[in-house]
């Protein structure tokens, strides 16, 4: 490859510089004879270590330095990357990735690695992404001249960088260390460093992180040296990127209550059958919380060079608050939460209120990773509850799952997923959007009534814990208006969505199921499990369940119905809220998201 640039001649020292990949010309032997020159053009082909140009009486020899990084993606450190010093979206784009380094090396006394200003294990050095300094030329610099690595204080909180020693790995820039000279090991060398993210995107962090690599001049007595050359690269924070119910379950997380054995066993069989573990959260740990779904979301991280699950860690602090931090952290599993200070954290804080859709294009706009799906309260409403603005802020700010607002204060426990889940479909399309429906319900029960089974009850004997007779305007109409801005925002038609025969009563001037709420199920793969909803038995068969398998079946889905009404739904809650399914990552990787 040949190379074209100019010289800048330096008079006063008897050095020539070079800009701007190029940085320092050590003259051997020089005489300047024509001192109004101040540029000659240079051309030089790699890849020669020295480059000489006569120059009246000596050689000069050209000395290369280059800061680099994966800046193409690859999972490889590329020499010199012309675009190393900037960051672009899509299959074209470039620029390199960081990591946060949220998981622990360490299986007792567990700590975030990013909490620690040094390199404890060297494991962990595979969470870091790879930085090379590169150089070629004379042996050694000239007196009083030196090389620089510097961050700014703004990324100083966000990023570390170590440098590779014999024995050790010592800290080079980042916390109060916003610049660091760098032995200079000159010929053709390279010195490895490690690059460790610390922070999230968030509301005051893009996500970008600048590293800079400069050469210092010494000046005259008294003033600080002079930067003549500084070679920079740019890193993009990964985001934290949640999984669908269309991907492949990887693990199913349940909690062991006094009274829930039943329920484990069902859920024990359906992960069985479904090809994928089952961790069961013990009494002691969990304190009586069987809220699994509501305390924690399940999320990844990815890069060219690594990649692994991150928990988000939901503000609602309950019984099972330690679970996250203390069992799911780990090497390779790492942990997030974020915090409501000075706030009152409300039930739409808990993650029963946190879902994402499949992959959609909207108006000719893809989302290939999905959207983000949270529950506030009305766009108009004064005194409303809505999910605090710290996770909020969390989420939009990961860019790569543009969130949606639903209206879910109307429910008593005020959670997304009591009228709505996605369920895989064998079409192009990919999925089906499954909603509650009391007019589903209705006519259902009408027809049954119309048939001749007017007599037959519900609960299977067991007596109801929602007396008086279901409200359906009010409902509907809630309803209807999620139903609006998820086809809009999503992309769907009508006959993307299912209307499942749901009925929800209002208590305390919001609404709860009035019997086994069936969208709350868990999806596992072609495998639901599915709340069993004790519906009016027809021909020894209960019609909801017959509705259900019925609609489910017609995109080859099997439903196993789980009974979870003593232990789940009198206490407000189903089988979704009571489980939590670690899945596999998506294939796409989000930097060739087109933004």
Same mark, same amino acid.
């Given at each position: 490859?040949?190379?074209?640039?100019?010289?800048?001649?330096?008079?006063?020292?008897?050095?020539?510089?070079?800009?701007?990949?190029?940085?320092?010309?050590?003259?051997?032997?020089?005489?300047?004879?024509?001192?109004?020159?101040?540029?000659?053009?240079?051309?030089?082909?790699?890849?020669?270590?020295?480059?000489?140009?006569?120059?009246?009486?000596?050689?000069?020899?050209?000395?290369?330095?280059?800061?680099?990084?994966?800046?193409?993606?690859?999972?490889?450190?590329?020499?010199?990357?012309?675009?190393?010093?900037?960051?672009?979206?899509?299959?074209?784009?470039?620029?390199?990735?960081?990591?946060?380094?949220?998981?622990?090396?360490?299986?007792?006394?567990?700590?975030?690695?990013?909490?620690?200003?040094?390199?404890?294990?060297?494991?962990?050095?595979?969470?870091?992404?790879?930085?090379?300094?590169?150089?070629?030329?004379?042996?050694?610099?000239?007196?009083?001249?030196?090389?620089?690595?510097?961050?700014?204080?703004?990324?100083?909180?966000?990023?570390?960088?170590?440098?590779?020693?014999?024995?050790?790995?010592?800290?080079?820039?980042?916390?109060?260390?916003?610049?660091?000279?760098?032995?200079?090991?000159?010929?053709?060398?390279?010195?490895?460093?490690?690059?460790?993210?610390?922070?999230?995107?968030?509301?005051?962090?893009?996500?970008?992180?600048?590293?800079?690599?400069?050469?210092?001049?010494?000046?005259?007595?008294?003033?600080?040296?002079?930067?003549?050359?500084?070679?920079?690269?740019?890193?993009?924070?990964?985001?934290?990127?949640?999984?669908?119910?269309?991907?492949?379950?990887?693990?199913?997380?349940?909690?062991?209550?006094?009274?829930?054995?039943?329920?484990?066993?069902?859920?024990?069989?359906?992960?069985?059958?479904?090809?994928?573990?089952?961790?069961?959260?013990?009494?002691?740990?969990?304190?009586?919380?069987?809220?699994?779904? !509501? $305390?924690?979301?399940?999320?990844?991280?990815?890069?060219?060079?690594?990649? /692994?699950?991150?928990? =988000?860690? +939901? &503000?609602?602090?309950?019984?099972?608050?330690?679970?996250?931090?203390?069992?799911?952290?780990?090497?390779?599993?790492?942990?997030?939460?974020?915090?409501?200070?000075?706030?009152?954290?409300?039930?739409?804080?808990?993650?029963?209120?946190?879902?994402?859709?499949?992959?959609?294009?909207?108006?000719?706009?893809?989302?290939?990773?999905?959207?983000?799906?949270?529950?506030?309260?009305?766009?108009?409403?004064?005194?409303?509850?809505?999910?605090?603005?710290?996770?909020?802020?969390?989420?939009?700010?990961?860019?790569?799952?543009?969130?949606?607002?639903?209206?879910?204060?109307?429910?008593?426990?005020?959670?997304? !997923? $009591?009228?709505?889940?996605?369920?895989?479909?064998?079409?192009?399309?990919? /999925?089906?959007?499954? =909603?509650? +429906? &009391?007019?589903?319900?209705?006519?259902?029960?009408?027809?049954?009534?119309?048939?001749?089974?007017?007599?037959?009850?519900?609960?299977?004997?067991?007596?109801?814990?929602?007396?008086?007779?279901?409200?359906?305007?009010?409902?509907?109409?809630?309803?209807?208006?999620?139903?609006?801005?998820?086809?809009?925002?999503?992309?769907?038609?009508?006959?993307?969505?299912?209307?499942?025969?749901?009925?929800?009563?209002?208590?305390?001037?919001?609404?709860?199921?009035?019997?086994?709420?069936?969208?709350?199920?868990?999806?596992?793969?072609?495998?639901?499990?599915?709340?069993?909803?004790?519906?009016?038995?027809?021909?020894?068969?209960?019609?909801?369940?017959?509705?259900?398998?019925?609609?489910?079946?017609?995109?080859?889905?099997?439903?196993?119905?789980?009974?979870?009404?003593?232990?789940?739904?009198?206490?407000?809650?189903?089988?979704?809220?009571?489980?939590?399914?670690?899945?596999?990552?998506?294939?796409?990787?989000?930097?060739?998201?087109?933004?």
């Amino acid at each position: 490859m040949v190379i074209s640039m100019n010289l800048w001649l330096h008079f006063s020292s008897g050095y020539i510089y070079l800009a701007p990949s190029l940085t320092f010309l050590p003259v051997a032997l020089f005489e300047l004879q024509m001192a109004p020159l101040r540029y000659i053009s240079l051309v030089y082909s790699r890849p020669k270590a020295a480059y000489e140009l006569q120059w009246h009486r000596g050689p000069v020899y050209l000395t290369e330095i280059s800061l680099d990084v994966d800046a193409d993606r690859d999972g490889q450190v590329e020499r010199n990357n012309p675009n190393k010093g900037s960051w672009m979206w899509g299959p074209n784009g470039h620029g390199a990735i960081l990591l946060v380094n949220c998981d622990s090396e360490h299986t007792c006394r567990k700590s975030l690695d990013s909490e620690h200003a040094e390199v404890t294990r060297v494991s962990d050095l595979k969470d870091m992404s790879p930085m090379v300094l590169r150089t070629s030329g004379p042996a050694k610099l000239p007196e009083g001249y030196k090389l620089t690595m510097h961050i700014s204080q703004g990324d100083a909180e966000c990023v570390r960088v170590f440098r590779t020693r014999s024995t050790d790995y010592p800290l080079v820039v980042g916390g109060e260390d916003l610049s660091k000279e760098v032995p200079c090991l000159w010929g053709n060398a390279e010195m490895n460093f490690y690059v460790e993210g610390l922070r999230f995107p968030d509301k005051d962090f893009e996500g970008l992180i600048s590293i800079n690599l400069s050469m210092l001049e010494p000046s005259s007595q008294g003033f600080p040296e002079t930067p003549i050359f500084t070679d920079r690269v740019v890193f993009r924070v990964a985001p934290w990127i949640m999984t669908p119910n269309t991907l492949d379950p990887v693990e199913v997380f349940v909690c062991s209550t006094t009274d829930n054995d039943q329920f484990l066993k069902r859920m024990r069989r359906l992960v069985e059958n479904s090809g994928c573990k089952l961790k069961i959260c013990p009494e002691d740990m969990n304190r009586g919380d069987r809220w699994m779904q !509501d $305390e924690i979301e399940f999320g990844y991280i990815d890069s060219p060079h690594q990649r /692994f699950p991150v928990v =988000l860690d +939901s &503000p609602r602090d309950g019984d099972l608050q330690d679970f996250p931090y203390d069992v799911l952290l780990g090497q390779d599993f790492g942990y997030v939460t974020r915090t409501a200070y000075g706030k009152e954290v409300s039930s739409l804080d808990s993650f029963g209120n946190l879902e994402v859709s499949p992959p959609v294009t909207v108006n000719g706009k893809n989302y290939p990773l999905g959207r983000i799906i949270i529950g506030v309260a009305f766009p108009t409403a004064t005194e409303g509850r809505n999910m605090t603005k710290v996770v909020q802020d969390f989420l939009w700010a990961q860019k790569v799952q543009e969130p949606i607002a639903l209206f879910s204060d109307w429910l008593l426990v005020g959670h997304v !997923d $009591e009228f709505m889940t996605f369920v895989p479909a064998p079409d192009k399309k990919g /999925f089906r959007l499954l =909603l509650a +429906s &009391p007019d589903a319900s209705y006519k259902l029960f009408r027809g049954l009534q119309n048939g001749g089974h007017g007599q037959a009850k519900m609960f299977d004997g067991r007596p109801s814990v929602r007396a008086g007779i279901p409200k359906l305007g009010y409902v509907r109409s809630c309803i209807d208006w999620n139903r609006d801005v998820l086809k809009r925002e999503l992309g769907l038609d009508d006959d993307d969505i299912i209307d499942l025969p749901i009925l929800f009563r209002v208590m305390e001037n919001r609404a709860v199921a009035y019997y086994p709420d069936m969208v709350n199920m868990i999806v596992l793969g072609k495998n639901l499990g599915i709340p069993k909803p004790f519906g009016p038995k027809v021909d020894g068969r209960c019609a909801l369940e017959a509705e259900m398998t019925s609609l489910m079946g017609g995109l080859g889905l099997s439903c196993t119905y789980i009974d979870d009404f003593a232990s789940y739904h009198k206490l407000l809650g189903e089988v979704h809220c009571g489980s939590n399914v670690r899945r596999e990552p998506f294939s796409f990787k989000w930097w060739n998201l087109e933004m």
